[in-house]
């Protein structure tokens, strides 16, 4: 038996001496090695699975219908330096220079800040998915040109939390 990154199962025999589960992964970096089976954009997808925030599922609703429309995104602007300067507060990396791990980490912060009983930080929480959203449309727009690295993959992850949530 099989199971895949997306979830979906395969029940062909597999040639697997140590009877071990194999997770065949959807995006492997090839920094990783062959025991790395577990991908960390299936960690992204099981983000989703969880209670997702209302502001997240409209963000990630509004990308796919676009992104279903159009193919990829009309050009979005850069990000403004309001917008920089929030991403700073919080540590958090543009998206063009995160890793996949990066943003599965800050996709689990910002689902708990949306559910947050303070009210900056729920508020700062909704701007930043809005904000990813828009570095991603940006990303999808120039054809991910702007990437110059397979570790910063980060724009993966969030692509793929998007997918999840959206009824789209």
């Known amino acids: 038996m099989t199971l895949y990154g997306d979830g979906a199962i395969n029940t062909s025999v597999v040639n697997n001496p140590n009877n071990k589960l194999f997770l065949e992964s959807t995006s492997m970096s090839s920094l990783s090695c062959d025991d790395d089976k577990f991908s960390s954009l299936s960690t992204s997808a099981m983000l989703a699975r969880g209670e997702v925030p209302e502001s997240h599922r409209r963000t ?57 009983l303070e009210k900056n930080l729920k508020n700062d929480a909704d701007e930043i998915i809005q904000i990813r959203a828009k570095e991603l449309k940006y990303l999808a727009a120039s054809r991910y040109v702007t990437l110059t690295s397979e570790i910063y993959q980060g724009y993966k992850a969030i692509e793929r939390y998007f997918e999840e949530i959206s009824k789209y």
């Not at 330096?81 to 996949?100: C, G, H, R, V």
Request: proline share 5%; no cysteine; aromatic share 12%.
């Open 60 to 116: 990630a609703d509004n990308y796919m219908v676009i992104k279903k429309i159009y193919g990829t995104p009309v050009v979005m602007p850069r990000l403004t330096n309001k917008e920089q300067l929030l991403l700073a507060k919080y540590d958090f990396n543009p998206l063009e220079f995160s890793t996949i791990k990066q943003i599965n980490e800050e996709l689990s912060f910002l689902k708990r800040w949306s559910v947050s």
